[in-house]
């Protein structure tokens, strides 16, 4: 699901990239989120509980 993803600590806006090619952004995602996404033991699920839906898109 996950492919790989950019973090800009500053501006606190990360940009997921998928393996099917889409490429999702978002404002106002924590340091400590983004942590927790690059160690978690299933990347997507935690996508999907703790990104998805909780921050709003960047257009």
Sequence with gaps: MIEAIAY???SRHLRVY???GQR????GVPKGIVVGL???ESPGIFYM???RGKYPPRP
């Design 18 to 20: 998928l393996t099917n």
């Design 49 to 51: 509980k703790a990104i």
């Design 38 to 40: 690059t160690m978690a």
């Design 8 to 10: 800009d600590e500053d």
């Design 24 to 27: 999702r952004e978002y404002e």
